[in-house]
């Protein structure tokens, strides 16, 4: 845990954390090596993680990187902070994110990293100018630069698998409802999932075994499924198995570079014996607009907690109750955070529900039909998991932009299915590049093996 801070300290530049509170470590360090010395630790006895600071801790602040949560204690641990604990895991502090996991760069926090007296951008690594994808960024940068040997993120439409292709490590989103949603901020609940980041599928199968596990006291989308544990099988042979490889997936938009490291990593995948077979995804296009209305819809409902009341920031100034929502709402939120939920209002209010909001949940339902329609014909899917490398700081300042490259995380996040991103490269400016790995429900573990055995 010290050599970890000390690297947190010396890397704070890249803006990773949001907190560190070495007392609060070191005490739990101390609580690991009792147990250890008594041969209880758990199989995460004294490592080392990190969590996305949308995960409520008790002995850290929790933010989701917004001004409306600064400074805000949570009386109690999310599940997946309790599981991994009670693995023997270590907290090193909290993770720089999107404000409320909305965004693709992790440009949108609003809170001061670690050693910054203002919010600022967290920085790629591999390249300093460059973004190291969002909103889990500050969770891919901790891993990317050895601040952290692995960390939790959570996953709403890419947030896993986006920045962990951005920043050259590993990531898995486990299928909805095996991981615990409770105390885990919400952004959009029947999408929201919490999962692993890592060097190797290897790291990221230990952790994901911890994680997951029904908690159906506490959260109403778990599922009644036992944990498994997905180290079991990671040296499976992988001979015959049908990759699919869709179509949609490798059109135009896809720039040149991340494609040829793909195409590159799909051969590997036939040298060790897979098998790739073509098949088609037709609604992929239209997961973005069905993404865009549905999750800022549920946004929009989440959000309405915030009202300087229950939590956190509350205005200074105001004449009456109305006023002091409204003042309270218009100082805590961002602008990207502001957008969703008017837009959210807008697509749930009446008169526009039928038109938007009924129809995305109908596309959506489609989406989910075209990947069983697929998974007849093969056994996992693979294709990149973002049309381009990372981009410049400031880089992509149009929202429409950062929506429009999430194409190719939203789908398996729409349909609720596991997928994970692997290194499989090195794109333009030798940035990083991932492949997607898309499994059907539950089979985390033929994903995970997937993915050890490429490494
Ligand atoms: N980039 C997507 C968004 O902005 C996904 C974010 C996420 O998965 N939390 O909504």
Redesign the pocket.
Known sequence: AQHFLARAQAHQNLGAFVSIDEEATLAQARAADALIAQGKGGRLAGVPIAHKDIFVTRDFPTTASSKMLAGYRSPFDATVVTRLAEAGAVTLGKLNC?EF????ANENSAIAPVGFDAPAPVRNPWNTDRVPG??SGGSAVAVAAGLAPAVTG???????R?PASFCGITGIKPTYGRASRYGMIA?ASSLDQAGPMGKSAEDCALLLSEMCGPDLDRDSTSLDVPAEDFTARLNDGIEGLRIGIPAEFFGEGLSADVRAAVDGALKEYEKLGARLVPISLPRTELSIPV?YIL?PAEASSNLSRFDGVKFGHRAKNYTDLVDMYKKTRAEGFGDEVKRRIMIGAYVLSEGYYDAYYLQAQKIRRMIADDFQAAFQQCDVIAGPAAPTVAWQLGGKSDPLA??LA?IF?LPA?LAGLPGMSVPAGFGEAGMPVGLQLIGNYFKEGQLLNAAHRFQ
């Not at 996991?101 to 693709?104: D, E, L, N, P, V």
């Open positions: 999107d996991a909305m965004g693709s969002g909103s959570t996953d709403t439409g890419g947030s896993i986006q952004f993404y999750a950062n929506y999430d995380t996040s």
